[in-house]
């Protein structure tokens, strides 16, 4: 799920230009941890770019689009194209926020919410909290991000590269057969992670140990000293209208997006401080 969700924001940030589409605009896509292939990313990008350049009405073929499942890949390609619209992780958003003056632009609205949990799983029984998981292995996707993971998701009170022995996987189908094999103690799952385990056959009763706060979901974010108020509004509006739009509609419906909404920035704060302090 989280995987089609970037293809999604992926082709929706790539909708964004100013001028004609002789010199389309180039958009970095990121998605640190994934599994997804960049040829498959960067076509369904192209699908939904198409649809949001008609709702936004702008020059159809305008945008560009650059994909990576890497981190340092990410860092760098901000750093070479610098964009005015990305699609970054929360935790590249707060990484990169000062460096690139990144402001949060839309979140995509997921059963209703457009913030998540993430959960620490295990065997049922097995723990019965994070203290007795110390120097256990622990495996997930969104181990790419320890540093968001340590700072954001356990809230600066445990760092995952110290802590546990970590497992790093770009499938969270292959970590949780590893914790129902008991050949991993452990594995992190975000929401939409989370929400697809009753579709999976499971030898063994899996139990939460950990379960965060909510943690604002993101999206499409903004280069503020390159783009305009006037440019990120209309930006917002045409997302807003994505899934409204009678093509569009069936896209998001295809992949689990019931909406796009208009950052409130506030929601963020809270991220913003506990990156800054790690507590």
Not at 140 to 158: M, R
Request: with cysteine; net charge neutral.
């Amino acid at each position: 799920m989280q995987k089609i969700c970037l293809f999604i924001l992926s082709g929706l940030a790539a909708s964004f230009v100013t001028n004609a589409a002789p010199n389309p605009e180039m958009i970095v896509v990121c998605y640190p941890g994934g599994s997804v292939n960049e040829k498959d990313a960067n076509g369904a990008m192209t699908s939904m770019l198409r649809v949001v350049e008609r709702v936004g009405q702008w020059q159809e073929n305008s945008f560009n689009s650059l994909f990576t499942a890497k981190s340092d890949e990410c860092r760098k390609q901000m750093a070479d194209n610098k964009p005015k619209f990305a699609i970054t992780s929360l935790g590249l958003f707060l990484e990169l926020r000062n460096q690139h003056n990144l402001v949060p632009v839309v979140q995509p609205k997921i059963k209703g919410l457009t913030h998540e949990r993430y959960r620490v799983m295990v065997q049922k029984d097995k723990f019965k909290n994070l203290d007795e998981l110390k120097g256990k292995t622990l495996g997930g996707t969104v181990l790419e991000e320890s540093s968001f993971i340590g700072k954001i998701v356990f809230a600066g009170k445990y760092d995952p590269d110290t802590f546990f022995v970590l497992q790093k996987s770009n499938q969270a189908i292959r970590a949780l057969r590893s914790l129902n094999k008991g050949e991993l103690d452990a594995v992190i799952l975000n929401e939409q992670q989370f929400g697809g385990l009753s579709s999976l056959q499971m030898d063994t009763t899996l139990d939460a140990v950990f379960t965060s706060e909510e943690i604002p979901l993101m999206g499409v974010v903004a280069n503020s000293a390159t783009t305009t108020a006037d440019e990120r509004v209309r930006f917002g509006k045409a997302l807003e209208g994505m899934c409204s739009d009678s093509e569009g509609k069936k896209l998001c419906e295809l992949f689990g997006v019931e909406a796009f909404a208009t950052v409130d920035s506030a929601v963020f704060e809270p991220m913003i401080k506990l990156w800054a302090t790690g507590q």
